[in-house]
């Protein structure tokens, strides 16, 4: 088995094009990186620093054509990347010029179809693509036009593969004037240097563990970058390098742990001198291990201060050219709109009565209270781009009670913290609707949500407790099994089983309003799907006969299934999408119009005569579009179907 990477850096380019320093250094780093017996291993790296055209597609087929299956491939590049207008990727070249209108004269760059044509007439089944570039926009509105997420996994996928890429399709990737490397690079080769990349401490390091080592590292300096990986098949288990757990690295994983937030505090001080000394490490070495932790804070500090000094020396109003450089200056940066807002409220006169333009719209933010004294679960997070190719799985955890409901029978309830999110379908979501809008803010206070839809098991034995205000049937729904959802229950139905629960625990037990039920569905996620942009059968359970954005026609069950059957999401909660509708407090309103900003059920002097109630989540039947954490619907409180049921929500905490 041979171990063979061919590093590319592009710095100079013909006239137009920004020329990028730091690319060839990048691959000087990565090559010392690489051919290090003791850490990389390579057999053979190949560095081709400012290539023409006809050299760079000559050695990228080089690469893919003599090897054989057993070999590792790796194929880096740094320099500009560009798409046109259909969104299809491009590797530049010392040749690649532009046209004269700005868009990219394609006849002088490498097209990533290119490349995937020797992926897949290689023999390998281990290949590595690593992408440091701008993914579009690198060249401004005028050459790079996309605006959608360019999918990597269809043009450079195949078995065995994974491509790691310093940023999303709509931003850049940052070299700042005076550095020696790219961002990007910068922390890959410390990942590799020091060993830090190996997360669970085997003495490999695997492509998803550098990929999120260098995640974590911009998320600290550069907020607004996000690396991406693209996956298929077990390309994220692929070992890059070795590393050596020394006392070095246990120390770094140390310091890693006592400086939240950037800062090391006096107690967590005390214990890294306690332990340093113990490791019989060296003051100086302790320090630089120290500085080279908290650089990433660091950095990002003094971006937020250049920002701002800028920002106090402008004129107010801000014109329109004050407002472009600024912006020019935020993404030099690498500074999220969020900050920059934070620090225009600050300085810009009555900042408090300037609406937020659309371009910097705030995320949704999840307040961290102090959390109950509660039992945790933990979990895995997906997430899958527009194919519903995944691109991210992380480890979460969430706080829960459990009720006994009758002997084996529980109910867990997950605590969902509060915070504020936009509710409603996004400007340009595909396959929105008018009833979705107009989108608005909304703040929601802590609570806890069922982790699950009710269950036929959960139903029968509450509906056995005597009546409050109505009778219940045992087993109303169609689709029998019990630990699927209940069905075939009217609203009323719902609200009966609430008070016989209230009276059962002595805790509030209550349907979720629709902004509550939102909220916990998107868990701090502004894309269409907690998911990411698109779902799949093996995701949700709906109508797979239908697709939503590029996702491929998937299985249709025509039934309900086992609750906890699919990954939840950030918060713990299962099966938000599909499944079963759920009902929800709320009479039904045709839009968001003067809708309430606090979370509360929205019911007013008119809707007594409302009978019809508000349905979120689609169901198996339902189309993908129905699905979308956005979509909403009604039906008469007293119609019942197989598709709709629901989930408890508890507003009084007891432990906190």
């Not at 890693?256 to 490791?279: H, K, T």
Request: overall charge negative; charged content about 30%; proline content about 5%.
């Amino acid at each position: 088995m041979a171990k063979i990477a061919l590093l590319i850096g592009v710095s100079e380019y013909a006239e137009g094009l920004k020329s990028l320093p730091a690319a060839v250094k990048d691959v000087a780093a990565m090559r010392s990186i690489l051919s290090d017996p003791e850490i990389g291993g390579f057999d053979r790296v190949v560095p081709l620093e400012n290539p023409d055209l006809q050299t760079m597609q000559e050695e990228i087929a080089t690469l893919f054509s003599e090897c054989g299956e057993e070999d590792l491939l790796l194929l880096y590049f740094s320099g500009h990347g560009i798409t046109d207008e259909f969104g299809k990727f491009y590797f530049s070249n010392r040749s690649s010029r532009k046209l004269a209108d700005g868009r990219l004269n394609k006849g002088t760059a490498v097209p990533a179809s290119f490349v995937h044509d020797q992926m897949e007439n290689c023999e390998s089944r281990r290949m590595v693509v690593i992408l440091d570039c701008c993914n579009s926009g690198a060249f401004g509105a005028n050459v790079a036009r996309d605006e959608g997420t360019i999918d990597f996994s269809r043009q450079l996928g195949g078995e065995g593969r994974i491509v790691l890429t310093s940023s999303s399709a709509i931003e850049y990737s940052f070299e700042r004037s005076g550095e020696e490397l790219a961002v990007y690079t910068r922390y890959l080769v410390e990942g590799l240097r020091t060993g830090a990349a190996d997360l669970d401490e085997d003495g490999l390091i695997s492509a998803n563990e550098l990929h999120e080592f260098v995640r974590t590292k911009l998320t600290r300096a550069m907020p607004s970058m996000h690396p991406e990986r693209y996956v298929v098949r077990d390309g994220e288990k692929i070992v890059l390098a070795r590393a050596f757990v020394d006392v070095a690295q246990k120390y770094r994983k140390l310091v890693e742990q006592y400086c939240a937030e950037g800062e090391i505090r006096p107690a967590g001080r005390r214990m890294l001198d306690r332990r340093a000394q113990g490791f019989g490490l060296d003051a100086a070495v302790a320090r630089q291990i120290e500085d080279e932790v908290l650089q990433p804070y660091r950095e990002h500090r003094a971006n937020l201060a250049e920002y701002e000094e800028v920002l106090r020396e402008c004129k107010f109003p801000l014109d329109e050219r004050d407002r472009r450089e600024l912006k020019e200056l935020q993404q030099e940066l690498g500074l999220t709109d969020e900050s920059v807002l934070e620090i225009e409220r600050r300085i810009v006169p009555d900042a408090k009565d300037v609406e937020v333009p659309a371009s910097v719209e705030p995320k949704p933010t999840i307040k961290e209270p102090l959390k109950p004294s509660l039992p945790v679960f933990s979990f895995e997070v997906i997430t899958v781009n527009d194919r519903g190719q995944e691109i991210d799985r992380r480890q979460s955890q969430a706080n829960y009670r459990r009720e006994e409901l009758a002997k084996g029978v529980f109910l867990d309830m997950v605590w969902i913290p509060g915070g504020t999110f936009w509710m409603g379908a996004a400007e340009g979501e595909l396959e929105a609707e008018d009833i979705e809008k107009p989108r608005h803010q909304v703040t929601i206070e802590p609570f806890f949500m069922g982790k699950y839809a009710v269950t036929q098991a959960q139903w029968k034995a509450i509906a056995q407790f005597p009546k409050i205000n109505r009778a219940l049937e045992l087993d109303p729904s169609k689709f029998k099994g019990n630990n699927r959802p209940v069905e075939r229950i009217f609203w009323e139905d719902a609200i009966e089983f609430c008070e016989r629960l209230t009276r059962k625990t002595g805790e509030r037990y209550r349907l979720p309003s629709e902004a509550e039920w939102e909220y916990a569905c998107r868990a701090g996620t502004t894309t269409p799907f907690h998911f990411g942009e698109t779902i799949t059968f093996d995701l949700v359970n709906y109508n797979g006969n239908n697709t939503y954005a590029y996702a491929a026609k998937g299985k249709y069950r025509k039934t309900t299934i086992d609750v906890g059957s699919f990954p939840p999401n950030a918060f713990g909660l299962y099966e938000m999408h599909g499944n079963v509708w759920e009902w929800c407090a709320d009479p039904w309103h045709d839009s968001y119009t003067n809708a309430p900003v606090d979370g509360r059920v929205w019911e007013v002097e008119s809707d007594r005569e409302n009978n019809r109630r508000v349905l979120r989540g689609g169901s198996w039947f339902n189309s993908p579009r129905y699905c979308r954490s956005a979509a909403r619907l009604f039906n008469a409180a007293g119609i019942r179907l197989n598709l709709n049921g629901f989930r408890v929500v508890c507003s009084a905490p007891r432990t906190l």
